[in-house]
């Protein structure tokens, strides 16, 4: 099975600072690893993904994230963040090559941006 | 389109009484999932079902049953609430495209029930 880490559980942050949400994922096979947004109130919508290829994955909003296999990590990062980035951030995992894609979900940071 | 839709928005019930969440989604999705989120714990899976016809366990399937309805609908009961059901439960949904490789699909979620049982 996979599981997920995210070790910080609220991050705050000033308006126009720069950001990272630390995301590590244990799993004995290959994975596909997602990032998602929820906004108060909403479910959850997708912000980013990595399948294959590129390491460095683009998302909505300005978004980023780096997949690092040695580390088993899947950092989210943003440069610059803005007041209506604040919201709950979820890490999830899903495993390469299954038939099925059941997701394990990371227990969420809250972003908290400050003016 | 609506993506998935969720009813009630929320519930209050008493320990021992029953419910049934409904979830509907319109994008022809086939696979359909049903969670549950507590605080500090993120999403956990209930249930879910990869195709029309079947249904499976998740991770915390106790005190839960499901029914995959039709393509469209999937939904959750709860046939004897306890105050240890008190989450928000949100179902999504995600597509199995033909020749693709299922795991790396996107999940759509609705917008959540909020339940509560005293």
Redesign the interface.
Known sequence: AQS?T?LD?QVPVFEEAPVELRCNYSSSVSV?L?W?VQYP??????LL?Y?SGSTLVKGINGFEAEFNKSQTSFHLRKPSVHISDTAEY?CAV??????????Y????TKLNVKP | NAG?TQTPKFQVLKTGQSMTLQCAQDMNHN?M?W?RQDP??????IY?S?SEGTTDK?EVPNGYNVSRLNKREFSLRLESAAPSQTSVY?C?S?PRHRGG????????????TRLLVL
Do not use: D, H
């Open positions: 997920v995210q559980s596909y997602f998602y109130n909403q479910g959850l919508q997708l993904k399948l979820f899903s495993a390469r090559g299954y038939n099925f894609n059941k997701f979900f990371g227990s969420g | 998935v696979s999932y969670y500090g714990m993120g999403l956990r899976l879910y990869a998740g949100f999504a995600s490789q299922p795991s790396q699909e996107t999940q759509y979620f609705g917008p959540g």
